[in-house]
């Protein structure tokens, strides 16, 4: 069974701080994601990489990057977290050219920024 | 722009109602469509899928969904619910050239 496994569940930052959220798939997955998920607003796509190295900006790029070193693992960056940026972050993965196959999503990190 | 319409935010049933969630669309090529779901303090995960077909498609825990392509539709529904539905729902439509759009799902509770 595919695991995509979120370093944390819950953070609390401040203001300024920078942030590193960290994802990792299991399934030697091509394709990984990352969104935000707020209330009312359904998930958007902050980024996703389709090959080690490789970075596509999603519909919310703005204040955040990413980066992916190693096939297995997708990280998020705030590089200087703002209240506007608290929500539930999840991380997806899928294989292949992803068409039809269903994404693999993380349990969430929640961040709240202060 | 593409986008996916839910237009029912939160609903509420009692046990054993039935169930309809509205999906709406707007992209004319080829569509791949899912439903997902997220139960209180779980990941999301797959409910079904359809990409080609019989365009009534039956997934897990006794739901479906129909595409219908006229109206760019694709309800999800199931016949009587149980109080472990209880859940946030979330159509999302992936066209063939482009990636994945998700709807602004929908929040069911079920009260026994």
């Known amino acids: 069974d595919v695991k995509v496994t979120q370093s944390s569940r819950y953070l609390v930052k401040r203001t300024g701080e920078k942030v590193f959220l960290e994802c990792v798939q299991d399934?030697?997955?091509?394709?990984m994601f990352w969104y935000r998920q707020d209330p009312g607003l359904g998930l958007r796509l902050i980024y996703f990489?389709?090959?080690?190295?490789?970075?596509e900006k999603g519909d919310i790029p703005e204040g955040y990057s990413v980066s992916r070193e190693k096939k297995e693992r997708f990280s998020l960056i705030l590089e200087s977290a703002s209240t506007n940026q608290t929500s539930m972050y999840l991380c997806?993965?899928?294989?292949?050219?992803?068409?039809?196959?269903?994404?693999?999503f993380g349990n969430g990190t929640r961040l709240t920024v202060t | 722009a593409q986008s996916v319409s839910q237009h029912n935010h939160h609903v509420i049933l009692s046990e054993a109602a039935s169930l309809e969630l509205g999906c709406n669309y707007s992209y004319g090529g080829t569509v791949n469509l899912f439903w997902y779901v997220q139960y209180p303090g779980q990941h999301l995960q797959l409910l079904l899928k359809?990409?080609?077909?019989?365009?009534l498609v039956k997934g897990i825990k006794g739901f479906e969904a129909e595409f219908i392509k006229s109206k760019f539709s694709f309800n999800l529904r199931k016949p009587s619910v149980q109080w472990s539905d209880t859940a946030e729902y979330f159509c999302a439509v992936k066209p063939n050239t482009d990636k994945l759009i998700f709807g602004t799902g929908t929040r069911l509770q079920v009260f026994p």
């Open positions: 997806a993965s899928v294989g292949g050219t992803g068409v039809t196959s269903p994404l693999h």
């Open positions: 399934m030697d997955h091509e394709n």
């Open positions: 990489s389709y090959d080690v190295k490789m970075k």
């Open positions: 359809y990409f080609s077909g019989d365009p």
